[in-house]
């Protein structure tokens, strides 16, 4: 798999976790998700999916 390919999927995930963290916190708080929170919803999300990819991809580990 291309890291192009690779980083937008990370990507697109990173940002899914972070606007249903947003949905979530808005829902149980009624209240705007502070954006460290967010960052770091998405940030968290974006390992284990980095290492999926990685696994899938073939690739040697570092």
Known sequence: MALWTKWLIT????????????????????????S????LVGGAAAVPVWEMLRRI????AP
Request: proline letters at 6%; zero cysteines.
């Open 11 to 34: 990507l697109g995930a990173m940002l899914l976790a972070s606007i249903l963290a947003g949905l979530l916190w808005n829902w149980l708080f009624n209240a705007d998700i502070p």
């Open 36 to 39: 460290y929170v967010s960052g």
């Open 57 to 60: 991809g073939g690739a040697p």
